[in-house]
């Protein structure tokens, strides 16, 4: 990739043909390589910055600011249990979560409900909280799902309840 696409795209981008260009990752880390390795202006990277998981805080997020590179959250949920629930069947990272996750989630929703917000709301806000962070795609199969991230999207969270989170 570095030796042969990258350098397309980069040319592209320095002729003006291109405003930007990046990559979609499921894993933060060899976004960080990347990054580390080249000039990337965006990158979506699926379900690996939630209320769930937040390695990418440690460096490559902060890397992402100080380079000035955009980052698009997919799957804020985690395949699903971040709007669900820790109900039995929820999936995380696309199998049925494990007891382990079960219990996190539990903890996170708790916090939620002591604020009167819902678990999915957090979960579609908290990404954007993050100045690198530009956009989330929840993603929805139905038009029903569609209009809860849009509710999601502009339900008020208390300010309280992301002190509370950490």
Aim: glycine share 10%; aromatic share 10%.
């Amino acid at each position: 990739l570095m030796a042969s696409g990258y350098k397309a795209f980069l040319s592209l981008r320095d002729q003006g043909v291109i405003k930007g260009f990046g990559a979609g990752i499921n894993d933060w880390r060899h976004a960080q390589w990347l990054l580390e390795h080249g000039d990337f202006d965006i990158f979506l990277l699926a379900g690996r910055y939630t209320l769930l998981e937040q390695e990418a805080l440690s460096t490559f997020l902060p890397l992402c600011t100080q380079r000035g590179a955009g980052i698009v959250i997919g799957g804020p949920y985690n395949s699903g249990i971040l709007a669900t629930g820790p109900r039995p069947g929820a999936f995380y990272n696309y199998d049925p979560a494990p007891q382990a996750i079960l219990d996190r989630v539990a903890r996170i929703e708790a916090v939620c409900r002591a604020h009167n917000t819902r678990l999915v709301d957090a979960a579609f806000q908290f990404p954007l909280r993050h100045p690198a962070v530009v956009s989330v795609v929840p993603g929805g199969q139905s038009v029903a799902e569609v209009h809860g991230n849009l509710a999601a999207a502009r339900a008020t969270i208390p300010p309280a309840l992301w002190a509370d989170l950490k």
